[in-house]
């Protein structure tokens, strides 16, 4: 940026500023505690969840990434390229969330129950060189012992034991990355189990899926390394009838076994919104995790928007306090955009809408709703949608020494010209 362009920027900053002002806002003291606020970023939009096992499975587990856009990363090391990249772009320092099948065996097959720290020591270097965190998951789908949407909640044993060797071995590589990086790795467990067509039981599986649960968290680690996280679904592609893994079936377990629950975004009935869940959930959880995504018509992993349930998320998390109560992060896959752009998106939409939650007068828009003045608080929150966020933003994104405004998708287009070409 030239010295006009810097200019220009901090004086409209100035200008916002005032505006906020008016309302009581302390401008830059919401720029430093945006600054604190981690994203996890999910890994897995770099490949369209395909990994790196020595004998590559297909996506399965009634998930889809669809699309062919070139360049994806073909391995760890091209994978932490197009990250480094996506993070130059993203204000903040964050966490980067990865699945078992992002294992680096040197070309060796190591199967899910084999897994061990020394597999993501590359992972943990480059966390280390680049002052991130790292969050885990057991991948428990794209792999022939998922094949038919059943695998902790299997009437087959074997089934079932080998998913939970997977899982242990997970949460101790979740732990690793804790002690390692010195911040607290989510390990968040979710699986594809159900059924197309309608059951003849529904209680043998959801029993079944207790008991693995509960043998896989009889393991002790402690919380300061590792948190555990379970994550709900209400149907998949070829489990549209039922699903074991409900999410009346996590809050319970979750209570009972002091864990903590996940939320995606989309995985709720269509009308229904993450952002009024998250003020029950918190009343009764020390900790809520979330991936944020966006479905469309189904749980479709669309690149996260800046649109209004996005902005209502950060709110709730904004407004009640929970910033150290509520865990963000991400969890969407388009494979028919450049990779690098996707993550740009999403990230910064997510930190935006945090931003914007930030500059909303919020004690007292809940003192209009107190007081039963529904009309000023409605017009009020109306007319907030047009106050100079963009300012602010543009600001924070210089602040932080990453592109200000559209000027990130050049990057996008070099590194798409440099890099991701040449991956034939
Ligand atoms: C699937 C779940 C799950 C996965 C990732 C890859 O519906 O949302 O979180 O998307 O683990
Ligand atoms: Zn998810």
Not at 1 to 10: F, G, T, V
Not at 219 to 244: H, P, Q, R
Not at 352 to 379: M, V
Request: proline share 3%; aromatic share 10%; with cysteine.
């Amino acid at each position: 940026m030239n010295i006009k362009e810097k200019y220009e920027l901090s004086s409209r900053y100035e200008t916002a500023k005032k505006d906020y002002e008016k309302w009581g806002i302390d401008v830059d003291k919401a720029l430093d505690i945006l600054k604190d606020i981690k994203i996890s970023i999910h890994c897995w939009q770099g490949d369209d969840v395909t990994g790196f096992e020595a004998n590559n499975q297909e996506l399965s587990g009634g998930i889809a990434a669809t699309g062919n856009y070139p360049g994806k990363a073909r391995n760890a090391e091209e994978l932490r390229k197009d990250l480094d990249k996506a993070l130059s772009l993203i204000p903040g320092k964050h966490k980067v969330n990865l699945h078992a099948i992002y294992a680096e065996t040197d070309g060796k097959f190591v199967d899910r129950d084999e897994l061990k720290p020394e597999h993501f020591a590359n992972w943990v270097k480059w966390a280390k060189e680049n002052g991130l965190g790292l969050d885990f998951n057991p991948t428990i789908f794209s792999h022939e012992k998922a094949a038919d949407n059943l695998t902790l909640s299997s009437p087959n044993k074997e089934i079932r034991d080998f998913w939970i060797r997977h899982a242990i071995a997970s949460r101790k590589i979740g732990e690793y990355f804790g002690k390692e990086l010195g911040q607290t790795c989510l390990t968040n467990l979710w699986i594809p189990d159900g059924y197309k067509d309608i059951p003849a039981d529904r209680l043998g599986p959801r029993k079944r899926l207790k008991d693995s649960l509960e043998e896989i968290f009889s393991v002790e680690i402690d919380k300061k390394y590792n948190l555990d996280a379970v994550e709900s679904k209400v149907f998949g592609i070829g489990a549209e009838s039922y699903t074991v893994g409900s999410s009346e079936f996590y809050i319970n377990f979750v209570n009972k076994n002091n864990l903590v629950p996940l939320l995606d975004t989309g995985h709720y009935h269509p009308t229904e919104v993450v952002s009024d869940k998250l003020s029950a959930m918190t009343l009764f959880n020390d900790k809520v995790a979330l991936h944020v995504s966006r479905p469309v018509r189904w749980d479709s992993d669309h690149v996260v928007i800046f649109d209004d349930e996005l902005k209502e998320i950060a709110k709730e998390i904004v407004r009640n306090d929970s910033l150290d109560k509520i865990i963000i992060g991400l969890d969407y896959f388009d494979a028919s955009i450049n990779r690098i752009a996707a993550w740009t998106i999403g990230s910064r939409n997510m930190i935006k809408a945090l931003l914007s939650a930030l500059l909303i007068p919020n004690d007292y828009l809940r003192k209009l709703q107190d007081d039963g003045n529904f009309t000023e608080r409605l017009a009020l929150m109306e007319e907030f949608k047009t106050y100079p966020l963009g300012d602010i933003w543009n600001y924070y994104c210089a602040k932080n020494n990453v592109p200000v405004g559209e000027e990130w998708i050049k990057e996008v287009k070099k590194y798409e010209e440099e890099v991701l070409n040449n991956r034939k």
